[in-house]
């Protein structure tokens, strides 16, 4: 039966590819609305030949939908997402707000999308870094049994949204004058720059990112002892996410069988002939809904290691593609 | 008493910035010669109010020259270092051609400067990902013991020399008039971009500038059983490389102790206040002689692990500066 579908953040641009997946992909709607703040609420977006109005996301906007898409920030779904719950609308929750939350399943369809079934409401869809790198990480879990890994991460500026992009394409507008265009939304230039700075500093001395990637992962693969490491970098990319993977495993491996379960995972592209200068680049995944993996190799330092380096699309395998393939996991 | 001194690759990035290194550190010379290929003899370079005629870099202009710093690339190294150690000059050569022979000093001079005497004409200069990596890790190194460790890099254009820098921007100035500029220094378009491709792939999957930083650490820091896994990406960064750490070490580790081993390295700044958004970022170290360190960190996953990040001038440190700082301690 089609759904009535709510999409929280529609102006974003999380919010702008929710809409597009939705018809793209062709999930079964029968309505969606677009919802904002107060702000810009009465705006138009257009879709193909279609226009919708924006409304304020209130809770009573809430009555009568079947599933919400929130990308609106944290505070926004802490306030509205219990509230459309109480209504009988399912929340897809793209913020950081209920992942952590023992009673709120967080998914990767292609991981455990069995566990979205037992929701009270909201399913919580993970952090950008942390889908991607779990893209290439779960297929080499599945054949070798992941022990613990250490993640550098290279981030595009679109994990800060429409404004980071925007910030990025000023300060290189600029540069190409010769002016200078001040930061705003980062702490310092991010024009032919980058800083180990994503999300707040914690008092160990990791950002809340890197702590995500951790959390989040032993989450998601119901592995609560997982060891991982991690540096998130903010790099002067626009819209796809590189994660530098050295993983150690249970079990000896093997670059040939790791190659073939990469190759035979759904979420996941086999990208790695690096004679041929074929490995994953942020360019080259923009825009595809599948993550690539490459430079699969022998890791000279940990027991039964093995390096990669993973790619996908912030906005969408980080973001508002998996958040779609939750609502499809549930019809 | 003064020497003369030859600059073999004169018109290159790190060839200018020898020129102004020998100048503004009053490197005891009483003649410079700047040297290069036939095609770029009879050209003339100013520093000041100086101009020098680029001659051609052939054996017989090492006569009479006491030092030779060399950065035109390993084949020219190749040829022309052993031909200028015949003649008496000492060569610092910048380039891979000799680093790993048993018989040439490979040095950091902050590390090993006392390796440097045992010479037969000619001293290598490290790569320039080894070096920098090396100001974050060796204070750390003899504070704790380092075991292991695992260093992902972000690696500036200026390690293509001058063509890798126009390249970068030539697609940026395309970019901004909605044009394209087509990759040529790059087997990938630079602007928004990054890959996981520096130098030339192994059989094993490795670069040879990931083999680099383990051999050349190995041999700097006399430890020819150090185990390390790397991972070198490219990144639209002009001039200053910086690399992610995850160091594991024999003795328990301790954050504070950390910082003060780093403060008290001449090689190092401590740059590590996160909470006031410090750390080391390229475009902060750009032209700076001193490698910045910061997200000193206990890893959550390595037994008596740290992670940080560490930032260098690629230029400088990676290259120029090391070289002249070699040709000092030779003094």
Redo the contacts between chains.
């Keep these: 039966m089609a759904q009535s579908i709510g999409i929280v953040g529609a102006t974003g641009a999380v919010g702008q590819e929710l809409l597009r997946l939705l018809h793209e992909r062709k999930y079964p709607f029968s309505s969606i609305k677009l919802l904002a703040s107060a702000r810009s609420a009465g705006k138009e977006i257009r879709y193909g030949d279609q226009v919708y109005m924006i409304e304020e996301a209130v809770p009573e906007v809430f009555d009568g939908l079947d599933v919400a898409l929130f990308s609106a920030g944290a505070s926004i779904s802490r306030t509205l997402a219990p509230e459309a719950a109480k209504r009988g609308c399912v929340v897809v929750d793209n913020s950081s707000a209920f992942r952590m939350d023992p009673s709120v399943p967080l998914i990767v369809p292609e991981i455990n999308a069995g566990a979205a079934a037992r929701h009270n409401g909201i399913i919580a869809n993970p952090n950008c870094s942390t889908a991607i790198t779990l893209m290439g990480l779960y297929p080499l879990h599945l054949a070798f049994g992941l022990k613990?890994?250490?993640a550098?991460t290279?981030q595009a500026v679109s994990g800060s949204g429409v404004k980071g992009m925007e910030e990025l394409e000023a300060q290189?507008?600029a540069?190409?004058t010769g002016e200078t265009s001040a930061p705003a939304v980062y702490?310092?230039?991010i024009a032919?720059?980058?800083?180990?700075?994503v999300d707040a500093?914690l008092d160990?001395?990791?950002?809340k990112e890197e702590l995500k990637m951790?959390n989040e992962s032993r989450k998601i693969l119901s592995m609560p002892t997982l060891?991982?490491?991690?540096?998130c970098?903010r790099?002067?990319?626009?819209r796809a996410h590189?994660i530098?993977l050295?993983a150690e495993f249970e079990r000896p491996v093997d670059?040939a069988a790791a190659r073939d379960a990469v190759a035979a995972f759904s979420g996941a592209e086999l990208c790695d002939d690096?004679?041929n200068?074929r490995?994953p680049?942020?360019?080259?995944y923009s825009g595809e809904e599948k993550c690539g993996v490459?430079?699969?190799?022998?890791?000279?330092?940990?027991e039964n290691?093995l390096?990669l380096?993973v790619v996908g699309d912030q906005l969408l395998k980080g973001a508002a593609l998996n958040a779609v393939q939750i609502a499809e996991a549930l019809l």
Tied chains: 1, 2.
């Design positions: 613990r890994f250490v550098c290279y290189l507008r540069w190409n702490p310092h230039p032919f720059n980058l800083f180990p700075h500093f160990d001395g990791y950002t951790l060891a991982a490491s991690t540096t970098v790099v002067p990319v626009m590189a530098s050295h670059v690096p004679q200068n490995y680049t942020p360019l080259q490459g430079r699969l190799r022998i890791d000279s330092a940990l290691g390096a380096f």
